[in-house]
């Protein structure tokens, strides 16, 4: 009993070991993604990780190997840590508690190309993690951006309300809390309730939404009839329903990203602007939109670029024996075979990053504006 023990142990010192030594990475300088937005502002440090993940990734399957497949463990508890380990360096998208299944896995692996190899070798190490994190920091400064908007042109509107003698001011804060007490009746979780409020999906049910009370600028005669023209236009669009807030999801970055980034925020400007004319003087908001858009376009150029960038050399994929054991050796032995294209694919996946991320700062400038 005390011999397992001690296997055990060492076993787990080596891990930790290992682990706190490749804990800040080994390969590249890092990046910083600038997390603006949300409810979390915050700065993010990503580094080009594909190495460190690799050595971990072969160096914990070594020590396995050494204390728990060859070790004098209990049966159950060594296929328990087997089992864990596989799933952890083949990150498929569900736990696979079966060991004839993960050999199944690996064998269908195995009989792919060599470039889909690359493919399923860069998503287990989640290659494009930079990317998808420069769009959510983007995606976020969008929301705040038009939440922004909306607020502002609030405040704007209660000053002219009451500057012509109409009585339509709007509590904006009591609004957003009644906004929030009727999500929570229709169960629903949002990023942003005042949008999804006032652009629900076409999906949503809730018969509440977008009554056209709350958050709502109203014409009125004693208001500039160019006041009234953009407001009429602005209720035409928030009606229509052309746009729907969908929120932010790490599976569909892009589509999230290009969706809210079309939201027609030159209506929300354009009544600021109505009712105050030194508001938004340059096009800087136009400019920027325009670039985001560009850079959009351009990760798709990116990502086509990055399909291109291929293996060179013929990935060997014989398996030497029929245990799990046998099948994993192989997997990680096609780390040092595709290692060159994966450097080569996270360092262009970095630089989309860091396009992406310097429009993100321009955007969250507009706030000071």
Known sequence: MMRRATESNRYIQELNAINK??????SSTPTTIHMYGGSEGKNLVIEGNVLASIKK?????????????????????????????????????KYINSTGKLIMLIEQLLKLSDDEIVVVIENSLNIQFPYEMAMQSMFYVWKDLIEYLLHVATIKYNT?????????????????????????????????PLLFYLFPPKSAKCVELNDGELVHFKPNDKLPKR????????????????FEYLGFCPLEPKRRLMAIINFRVEFVVGLIRAMDDTFFTSNKVFDVMGSVRDAVIAVAKHKEICKKIMNKACIAR??????????????????????PVLLEKEKKWIEIAKEIETITTATSRLFTI
Request: net charge negative; charged share 30%; glycine share 6%.
């Open 21 to 26: 030594t490749f804990q800040g990475g080994a």
């Open 227 to 242: 006041v009234n023209r953009v407001i009429e236009r602005l209720n035409t669009y928030i009606k229509s329903r052309e």
């Open 318 to 339: 014989d398996v030497h024996g029929e245990k799990l054991q046998d099948y994993v050796d192989t997997f990680v032995g096609l780390y040092k075979q595709t290692l």
């Open 160 to 192: 002219l309300c009451r500057t012509h003698g109409v009585d339509q001011i709007i509590d904006y804060d009591d609004n957003i809390r009644q906004i929030h007490a009727t999500l929570d009746k229709c169960n629903i979780e949002s990023t942003s």
């Open 57 to 93: 990734n072969v160096y914990d399957w070594e020590a396995l190997k050494k204390y728990v497949v060859s070790g004098d463990l209990p049966k159950e508890t060594k296929n328990k840590i087997i089992v864990d380990s596989i799933n952890d360096i083949l990150n498929p998208p």
